[in-house]
């Protein structure tokens, strides 16, 4: 797992205790007096104000020189090389949940469209990533709702300089890449822009895939606490929906096109972040008459900064407001709004390696009530080893088209509520000169007022508030640098994830994963890299009725350097062919290749 050296480990944690917060309720009132106890209290007993070190020993951190490290190409292989995360197409798990907040650049990316909190993974320029930090199951404090999963937030390179990159590529299925990047700056004014083209036809009949993605950001720097930069995206893909291998549909065809601006800036302590996305997504299927639209846009502000209080020293604050609307020709039009607020204290003690985070937040909507959600985190650490804990809660809530979406086989629900979650982790770091990493990791999380999708008897259907659901479990990684120019990293995961109120087991969310990546840095330029990965068996139907059986997959990587800035790439997915099934009972693809040729400039 490639972690920058003070982030080592996933360093996340369980506290010992269990708030039940409710919406505005006294148990969150009653937390808020002892949270501001407690800060009154540390500083008189030799602590030190130290409002990043909580969350800096408590993230996963992945830098422009791990990615290179890697030898990945996208942003979905890179995260399924992380312990604990899985990504697809247009989904990412971390720990069995799917409400993962994303952000690039500070801008939300998931997508209002989706009923599962889909990420639009295409608008992430992947040769221009900076940084890329990974919070498992909490960040409700900083980044807001729907983060019971976690949060993973993107950054990318500023425009200084003058550089850029070029990667071609084409393999089996009529598959077919050209990604471009280039930046350039002069004096104080930066510019960059970068475009892909992604073309492919598919494993399927009506599989085939065709992808557009666009971006410009403008900078300008005065110094490197005042600066400002524009970014605008465009993207748009165009594909066919193969169905179900029982339920084909050889003539569906879908479209979405994804358009946004954002406007950061920073003017010493305060950062300011002004977006405004839009999404529109377009279905047809002739074999039954059904064609549907939906538009979906948001606008949102968001203000941080830091204020020192004498004796109570720094605090973290923030403050956002969104605004998001939905129309289409199946779904009610709809407009609703949101504000938050935080804050965040940190606090190290001077005589012994204990650090301390606390943090609150409060959620308020047009059309939900009010919630308060609480964080604590607590570490402690050595030369050779590392501790952490960390209780946490956040709430989910339901998607337009959860609530609103209107056809022949779903009922709308306009009183839908959210979710409410509350997470716990413990962890264990262990660091041995700089050839042995490993990391265990307990986390229990619970989710109460599930959103679920419940069929009626007529076959229509409707999203319910049904259940409380938890998923527990470790996470085990290890980094063992065996020889200079050899490098293995191996990760398993255990995860219990049941609906309490019916006993069974959830869909998508194997007990077991394993995952092994293997690098050789050959003489003479040349990196190999075997990725394997195992899933036990898996329920498809969250009546537990359907399964996909244990697969094993491997995957087999190599990239030449013909000069610096020349290089030769190869990546063969699904080495010995195996036939397997995702966890939704789609079938994976056969082996596929890619073979391409990239220059820096």
């Known amino acids: 797992m490639p972690i920058s050296a003070p982030e080592a480990g996933d360093l996340q944690a369980v506290a010992m205790l269990q708030p039940q917060v409710q919406q505005g309720g006294a148990a969150s009132v009653s937390l808020l007096f002892v949270l501001t106890l407690l800060v009154g209290m540390f500083p008189s007993a030799g602590l030190a104000s130290s409002p990043a070190e909580g969350d800096r020993l408590n993230r996963i951190v992945v830098t422009r020189e791990d990615i290179r490290g890697m030898n990945v190409r996208t942003i979905v292989d890179l995260l399924n090389r992380i312990p604990g995360v899985s990504a697809g197409e247009s989904v990412v798990r971390i720990r069995g949940s799917s409400v993962v907040r994303v952000l690039l650049d500070g801008r939300p990316i998931n997508d209002p469209l989706s009923s599962h909190q889909g990420i639009k993974w295409n608008l992430v320029p992947f040769n221009s990533i900076k940084e890329i930090v990974i919070y498992k199951g909490e960040g409700s404090v900083v980044y807001g709702e729907n983060t019971s999963g976690g949060v993973i937030s993107i950054t990318t390179e500023k425009t200084e300089g003058s550089h850029g990159k070029v990667e071609a590529a084409a393999g089996n299925l009529d598959s077919s890449e050209l990604n471009l990047d280039y930046r350039r700056n002069a004096g104080p004014f930066g510019v960059g822009v970068s475009m892909s083209v992604e073309k492919s036809e598919g494993y399927r009949v009506n599989g085939d895939k065709d992808s557009k993605r666009m971006g410009l950001k403008l ?251 938890i998923r527990k479990g470790v996470d085990l990684s290890l980094k063992w640098k065996a020889l200079e120019f050899i490098e293995i990293k191996s990760s398993y995961t255990y995860l219990a994830a049941e609906d309490t109120a019916t006993g069974n087991w959830l869909p998508y969310m194997p007990r077991h994963k394993v995952k092994l990546d293997v690098r050789c840095r050959l003489p003479q330029r040349l990196t190999i890299g075997l990725y394997a990965r195992y899933a036990s068996r898996q329920f498809s139907r969250s009546d537990n009725s359907e399964s996909v059986p244990a697969y094993l997959v491997t995957d087999l990587r190599a990239k030449y350097h013909f000069r610096e800035d020349v290089q030769l790439f190869a990546d063969i997915e699904n080495l010995f062919n195996n036939s397997y099934f995702y966890g939704d009972g789609y079938p994976a693809p056969p082996r596929t290749w890619l073979l391409g040729l990239g220059y820096v400039f």
């Not at 804990?389 to 609103?404: D, E, G, K, L, M």
């Not at 509520?417 to 000169?433: A, H, T």
């Open 219 to 469: 900078g300008y720097m005065k110094s490197k606490d005042y600066n400002l930069d524009l970014f605008i995206d465009y993207g748009r893909e165009e594909r066919g929906t193969p169905g179900l291998p029982e339920f084909p549909t050889p003539e569906a065809r879908s479209e979405n096109r994804m358009f946004g601006v954002l406007l950061n800036g920073r003017a010493g302590q305060l950062q300011s972040r002004s977006y405004f996305t839009r999404f529109n997504k377009e279905h047809a299927n002739p074999e039954i008459d059904l064609e549907t639209w939906l538009s979906s846009w948001r606008a949102g502000q968001t203000l941080d900064s830091s204020l020192s209080m004498k004796r109570l020293g720094l605090f973290n604050l923030g403050a956002m407001a969104e605004v998001a609307g939905v129309k289409g020709n199946r779904v009610r039009s709809r407009q609703e709004e949101k504000y938050g607020l935080y804050v965040t204290k940190g606090l190290s003690c001077q005589s012994v390696p204990l650090t301390l985070s606390l943090g609150l937040r409060g959620n308020f909507y047009s059309d939900f009530p009010t919630v308060i959600n609480p964080e604590i985190k607590v570490g402690f650490k050595q030369d050779t080893y590392r501790i952490m804990a960390s209780v946490s809660t956040t709430n989910n809530t339901p998607t337009f088209i959860q609530r609103y979406y209107e056809s022949s086989t779903m009922r709308i629900n306009p009183d839908l509520g959210m979710e409410k979650s509350v997470n716990y982790s413990l962890s264990v770091f262990l660091g041995l000169q700089e050839r042995f990493e490993g990391t265990m990791t307990l986390f229990f999380g619970r989710t109460a007022d599930r959103i679920t999708y419940v069929r009626l008897d007529d076959g229509t259907g409707s999203y319910e508030n049904f259940g409380e659901v």
